[in-house]
């Protein structure tokens, strides 16, 4: 993930104020007839030029024509020793995902291996839209996982680790059999192969104005197409299986989710009304709010009611147990707190809380004050 630290920023800066100059300071020569001196450059000293190390370092881009994938290989029998470490505890053993998580296999058949055109993806009755039914590019799931998976250690796999990881999701999707070495060498053949690769809208005419790229999104504005079709909907018996939605939703933006602690058949619009309005009254307590954010308040701004709830489980174990289990325990308040931040699992069950390292040594004490609290 992209975080501006402060000496990034000052380069920024730099940047800036340097473009700013510079425009002025062309303008002045521009007016300024003949033999003026060329103006100082007192942005000359911000910043320097990114050396080719770190270029390359932030240049991993994989693209559809394979351009940027770096050589290597790996079986599907090295994939599986990966997956089974560092993926299943999210994706599930065979890539049919936990209850939470994105199911990335599943759904595809050997015909859609041989039109490259997914047949479920036009069922609204078929429950899910796994990874492998809808990637187009092999180069995506490739770059995919090289930046951002396991979702708890992104990059740090090795490059072979990729590849067999990836070799092993597509042996459990047929498109490769179980002896296979997927590597630089025959990933554009695996291509090929792959179940949705001809799903994909092309860029044709439609997004074009005068023959140039459409950036104003005007082609867009005409004879549009006027009614939706909702392809998905929460079953009843699983609005509220992950708490209230409403609540989860953050408060920017005029969609709010439906308040799932109200019977399905309540109208959706009032209840969204009254959420927002719930929630922008919100905004403006912690807008006036005191110096120590409460403990509830905190957990909700660190989204920590995404995985959480007070009184049952989710991803994670209730409030209410964790305060259980370390009833007159000493040392949980400095545990727990470290926990918090730095993430890990095992002591709930396989699936691990990512860290939180963004909280303040104070949020910290007062969410975990808030939690210890939470069984009373
Ligand atoms: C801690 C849980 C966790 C672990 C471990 C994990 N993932 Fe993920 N994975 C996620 C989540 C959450 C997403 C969805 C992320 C998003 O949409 O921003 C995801 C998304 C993906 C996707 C894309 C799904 C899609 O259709 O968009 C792929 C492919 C994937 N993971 C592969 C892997 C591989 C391979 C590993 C092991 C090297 C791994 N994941 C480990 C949680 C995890
Ligand atoms: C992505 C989901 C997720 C998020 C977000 C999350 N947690 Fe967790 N949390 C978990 C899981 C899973 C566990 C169980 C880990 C284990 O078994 O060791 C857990 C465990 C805990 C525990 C018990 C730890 C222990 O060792 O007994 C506490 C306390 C806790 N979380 C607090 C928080 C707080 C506070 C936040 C927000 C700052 C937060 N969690 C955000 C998933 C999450």
């Known amino acids: 993930m992209f975080r501006c630290t402060d000496r990034m920023r000052h380069v920024l800066a730099g940047l800036l104020i340097a473009a700013g100059v510079a425009g002025y300071a062309s303008q002045a020569l521009a007016q300024a007839k003949p033999a003026v001196a060329a103006a100082p450059k007192p942005w000359a000293q911000l910043g320097r030029v990114a050396t080719p190390d770190e270029i390359k370092a932030w240049d991993i881009d994989v693209r559809a024509d394979f351009k940027g994938l770096p050589a290597g290989s790996g079986s599907v029998e090295k994939g599986q020793e990966v997956w089974e470490a560092k993926c299943a505890s999210c994706h599930g053993i065979f890539g049919e995902s936990t209850e939470v998580f994105t199911p990335i296999v599943g759904g595809t058949t050997k015909e859609d291996i041989k039109t490259g055109r997914v047949a479920n993806l036009t069922r609204p009755d078929y429950p899910q839209r796994t ?121 920017v933006g005029p969609f709010r ?21 719930k929630a922008a009254s919100e905004t403006v307590q912690i807008a006036k709010g005191t110096a120590q954010k409460p403990g509830d308040q905190i957990a909700k701004d660190a989204n920590c009611l995404a995985c959480h709830a007070l009184d049952r489980k989710l991803v994670g174990p209730s409030f209410k147990e964790v305060a259980e289990k370390y009833k007159g325990d000493a040392k949980a308040p400095e545990m727990l707190a470290a926990k918090i931040r730095n993430g890990g699992q095992g002591v709930w069950g396989a699936i691990p809380m990512p860290g939180n390292a963004q909280l303040s040594a104070e949020d910290l004490q007062s969410v975990v004050k808030w939690i210890l609290e939470a069984g009373r």
């Open 257 to 277: 989710g439906a308040d799932t602690l109200q019977p399905p058949n309540a109208n959706p619009a009032a209840l969204a009304k009254a959420a927002t309005t």
């Open 131 to 251: 990874t492998m039914m809808k990637v187009s590019q092999v180069s995506t799931l490739w770059d995919y996982i090289n930046r951002a998976m396991p979702w708890n250690a992104p990059k740090s796999l090795k490059t072979d680790e990729v590849y067999a990881v990836l070799a092993y999701i597509l042996s459990l999707a047929e498109v490769v059999p179980e002896d296979f070495t997927l590597s630089d060498k025959n990933i554009a053949q695996v291509q090929q192969r792959m179940p949705n690769r001809n799903g994909k809208l092309a860029y044709t005419e439609m997004w074009k104005v005068s023959g140039k790229p459409d950036v104003q999104g005007s082609t867009c504005m005409k004879n549009c197409a006027t009614d939706m079709d909702v392809r998905s909907m929460l079953p009843d018996h699983a609005r509220d299986s992950h708490g209230n939605l409403a609540e989860q939703n953050r408060v």
